[in-house]
């Protein structure tokens, strides 16, 4: 009796934590034709010509594009190199480090836990990971010594503020406060990516017991909150992170080029993140970070914030499933009623001002942003990455755009603006 309810709970269990099958079945993304997508391919030609332009004067190494409409890729292609050094040519399936294009990905497994149950937004994170029990607030900093001086903050820190970047918690070494990189640096805090022997769960209680930027909900802060709450969905689901998104999200959207870590398979569709140097490209050094993080050392930290590599398919396919309201291949991964919340304004007048607000994984485009141009129509969400990558859906037209590079330091780059401009401009029906 006692081992078949131990079964039962076990298979309970699982079915909890398992993805849905849903009544619909939208297709998975394939190529066809422009005008089966009400796109004009005159028009997408334009693209062609602002990323053959970029690469042949110099301004990119490479670029990698992909557009699709109504659940059809209409244009993806490749231009320029993987790897100068090498004279390695670009392909459309190369593989990109995606910095913060993670985020999204981290904010959909968070609330693919909340529709569980297994916690509410509004939850003190301290409520799971207690070390953030009684934040402080930065009051004074000596540049001197790097000694400081907190005051009690008015609140907690909240699931919902590390979502949305309003908690308070800053971004060490990319933070635009000199102080928090200071703070951040001593006390060993892992921003972003690393090789070194290292979990998210040891990072983040450091992180823990340092000041704040603010109080919790006063302002937008861009933060590491996202790798507070990778550590929180190993809390809850019982997981590793990585684990985690592999088996609930990862492979029922047949995402198979998404990693933390690339397999030895992949490794050599790896882009090389290159710098300009006068009228050359060249590898991008060793700085805090070393850039061949996704393929060598420890591969122990998973960083919900910015630890992802990715290609432009899979990437859109994790888009189109938003596009279809949580759905994808007859897989449920969220409900549209999930989906309808998180597309709505989470920081009021916090974020973006008139043009844009911020949802509680994208950033989202309002009325005044669709009538200033170029940002596509209301309710456009879209994010970018550390490395130069950008990426939109289009609820309304049911488009999406994304666009890979892969560069640090200084760039004279249009195609952040120029991309979304023109795939818009190609609708054609």
């Known amino acids: 009796m006692k081992k078949t309810l131990t079964f039962l709970l076990l298979a309970i269990s699982c079915l909890a934590n398992a993805q849905t099958k849903s009544s619909k079945k939208s297709p998975l993304l394939k190529e066809a034709s422009a005008e089966s997508a009400g796109m004009s391919k005159e028009r997408l030609a334009r693209i062609d010509s602002m990323c053959q332009q970029v ?4 301004k990119l190494p490479g670029v990698v594009a992909l557009v699709a409409r109504n659940g059809k890729i209409v244009y993806h292609k490749a231009f320029g190199m993987a790897d100068n050094g090498s004279n390695r040519q670009l392909k459309k399936d190369d593989i990109f480090r995606i910095a913060s294009q993670t985020k999204a990905i981290t904010s959909t497994a968070v609330m693919m836990l909340w529709e569980q149950g297994k916690f509410r937004l509004d939850d003190p994170i301290s409520k799971y990971i207690p070390e953030f029990k009684n934040p402080q607030v930065l009051k004074t900093f000596r540049y001197q010594d790097t000694s400081y001086t907190t005051t009690p903050a008015t609140g907690e820190i909240t699931i919902r503020q590390l979502l949305t970047h309003t908690s308070g918690i800053g971004y060490g070494e990319i933070d635009g406060d000199e102080r928090f990189k200071m703070i951040y640096k001593k006390a060993g805090v892992t921003d972003l990516f690393t090789t070194e022997n290292i979990s998210i769960e040891e990072s983040v209680k450091k992180l823990a017991k340092l000041p704040l ?10 933060s590491e ?17 990585d684990v985690y998104l592999r088996k609930h999200l990862f492979e029922p959207l047949g995402m198979n080029d998404t990693w933390f870590y690339l397999p030895q398979d992949k490794a050599s569709r790896l882009v090389s993140i290159q710098k300009a140097e006068g009228s050359k490209w060249t590898a991008y050094p060793t700085t805090f970070y070393d850039p061949q993080y996704p393929v060598k050392g420890a591969k122990r930290f998973f960083s919900g914030g910015a630890g992802l590599s990715s290609t432009a398919k899979d990437y859109a ?20 009623t999930t ?3 998180m597309m709505g304004n989470q920081t009021g007048s916090l974020y973006g001002g008139d043009n844009a607000y911020y949802g509680l994984a994208f950033g989202i485009v309002t009325e005044k942003g669709e009538a200033s141009g170029g940002q596509g129509s209301a309710g456009t969400f879209s994010w970018g990455g550390y490395f130069n990558t950008q990426y939109f ?27 979304r401009q023109l795939v818009e401009q190609a609708v054609d029906d």
């Open 55 to 58: 690469v042949s004067s110099g």
């Open 213 to 222: 930027h603010h109080n919790p909900g006063e302002k937008y802060t861009y």
């Open 225 to 241: 909150g996202l790798d507070v709450l990778g550590y929180l969905i190993e809390i809850v689901s019982g997981e590793p992170f």
């Open 317 to 336: 396919t994790f888009l189109q499933m938003y596009l279809n309201e949580g759905e994808l291949n007859g897989v449920r991964i969220l409900s549209r």
């Open 339 to 341: 989906i309808q919340s």
């Open 393 to 419: 859906a289009d609820p309304q037209e049911k488009i999406i755009g994304i666009i890979l590079k892969q560069t640090q330091g200084p760039v004279d780059d249009p195609t952040s603006w120029m991309f």
